[in-house]
C-alpha cells in the first residue's frame, strides 16, 4: 500500500506557473507508475501526465504537451508537475495517482490506478 499527498496548488495568474509535488509513503515508491489528473467543476476527471517507475518515459494529455512537465525524484518518493503558462481552462483540483501493475505501458485512465492522493486546487484567474 502507499499514501500520496499532494501539496503546492494554489491560485495564479493566467500565463504563470506552478509546481505540484506529491510524496508517497509506504512501500517503494520506484515500483509504482506515477499519474497525474485533474477534474473541473461540473467534468469529469481527466488524465493530464504519466510518468515510468524509472522516470524515463513521460506521456501528456495534448492539452497540456508543451507546458506541463513531470518528473520524479525515487530517492525522495516524490513526484512532480511543474506547469508552465497556465490558461484559465487549467483551473481543476489535481490528483496524483499510482499504478501498481509493473507496466511499461502509457496508462491514461483513471481506472488502472490503485492509489490516490486527496487533490489540490489550482485555480487560474484571467
Known amino acids: 500500500q502507499v499514501q500520496l499527498v499532494e501539496s503546492g496548488g494554489g491560485l495564479v495568474q493566467a500565463g504563470g506557473s506552478l509546481r505540484l509535488s506529491c510524496a508517497a509513503s509506504g512501500r517503494t515508491f520506484s515500483s509504482y507508475a506515477m499519474g497525474w489528473f485533474r477534474q473541473a467543476p461540473g467534468k469529469e476527471r481527466e488524465f493530464v501526465a504519466w510518468i515510468s517507475r524509472s522516470g524515463g518515459g513521460t506521456y501528456y494529455a495534448d492539452s497540456v504537451k508543451g507546458r506541463f512537465t513531470i518528473s520524479r525524484d525515487n530517492a525522495k518518493n516524490t513526484v512532480y508537475l511543474q506547469m508552465n503558462s497556465l490558461k484559465p481552462e487549467d483551473t481543476a483540483v489535481y490528483y496524483c495517482?499510482?499504478?501498481?501493475?509493473?507496466?511499461?505501458?502509457?496508462?491514461?485512465?483513471?481506472?488502472?490506478?490503485?492509489?490516490w492522493g486527496q487533490g489540490t486546487q489550482v485555480t487560474v484567474s484571467s
Open positions: 495517482a499510482a499504478d501498481q501493475t509493473r507496466t511499461a505501458v502509457v496508462r491514461t485512465s483513471e481506472n488502472d490506478y490503485d492509489y
